[in-house]
């Protein structure tokens, strides 16, 4: 069975940086793409980053380019999203996510939640003015 267990979030004020880690395991097939997402209270969850597991292509939200970095470590199968200087609006619960299937050298890794099969429980970033 796929688990996607994330760590790293907590309360950070404006500014400040956070790292988020999402640990995928149990999956014996191949995985295309790995994604975050964040969902805001009263809000629909969005696409923030995301990253094709070969070659490391990577794809951001406007939101969040120039402030965050999505990365991996396919020996520990984690991935990654470094963020800086967070602001308020940034404040969601923070989900990773995994696209199963064989990836090309075109890919543009994809924000698109629905092309994710398989989802983490979320942690939690509260960016605080």
């Known amino acids: 069975q796929v688990q996607l267990v994330e760590s790293g979030g907590g309360s950070v004020q404006a500014g400040g940086s956070l790292r988020l880690s999402c640990a995928v395991s149990g999956y014996t097939g191949a995985i295309r793409s790995l994604g975050w997402f964040r969902q805001a209270p009263g809000k629909e969850r969005e696409g923030v980053a995301a990253?094709?597991?070969?070659?490391?292509?990577?794809n951001y939200a406007d939101s969040v380019k120039g402030r965050f970095t999505i990365s991996q470590d396919g020996a520990k199968n984690t991935v990654y999203l470094q963020m800086s200087s967070l602001k308020p609006e940034d404040t969601a619960m923070y989900y990773c996510a995994a696209r199963p299937g064989y990836y090309n050298i075109y890919d543009v890794p994809t924000l698109t939640q629905s092309q994710y099969d398989y989802w983490g429980q979320g942690t939690q970033v509260t960016v605080s003015s």
């Open positions: 990253i094709r597991t070969g070659g490391g292509r990577t």
